[in-house]
């Protein structure tokens, strides 16, 4: 089950986050946890320096087996067709709000930190939903 929680700049949500009918989860198995949540907070904070706000919302995982991811990320989407919409990729903005020689090094030091990652999308359906 995961479990929401703050880190210093990022915020974990559950019950806040808005009822998307297509969601992209993002799941990241970490070599150093340390390292990687302190570059994802440092990313999330110049998306919400660019955007207004965070593209999605971060959950870490208790439980599973070796295998499983430490983390994941829930990007809500209106629908499939959303995916088409242009906008620019996460390290595009974070070369525009802090440069281009820091989004190469938080690039890299984000990839050192991980062992691996792997996305899904998944689609709402609303008669086994709990929200209409």
Not at 18 to 40: C, E, G, H, Q, Y
Not at 114 to 122: I, T
Not at 123 to 128: C, D, I, V
């Amino acid at each position: 089950m995961p479990r929401a929680h703050s880190l210093t700049s990022v915020q974990f949500r559950s019950r806040n986050a808005p009822v998307s009918d297509v969601i992209w989860v993002n799941n990241f198995r970490a070599d150093d946890t340390r390292l990687m949540m302190s570059k994802v907070e440092q990313i999330i904070g110049a998306m919400t320096e660019a955007e207004g706000q965070p593209r999605g919302f971060w959950y870490d995982v208790q439980g599973g087996d070796a295998a499983s991811a430490h983390y994941f990320a829930v990007t809500p989407l209106e629908n499939f067709a959303a995916l088409d919409n242009p906008r620019a990729g996460v390290w595009e903005v974070v070369a525009k709000v802090r440069g281009e020689a820091e989004s190469e090094r938080l690039r890299a030091d984000f990839r050192t930190s991980l062992d691996r990652s792997w996305r899904y999308l998944y689609r709402r359906m609303p008669e086994l939903s709990h929200n209409p």
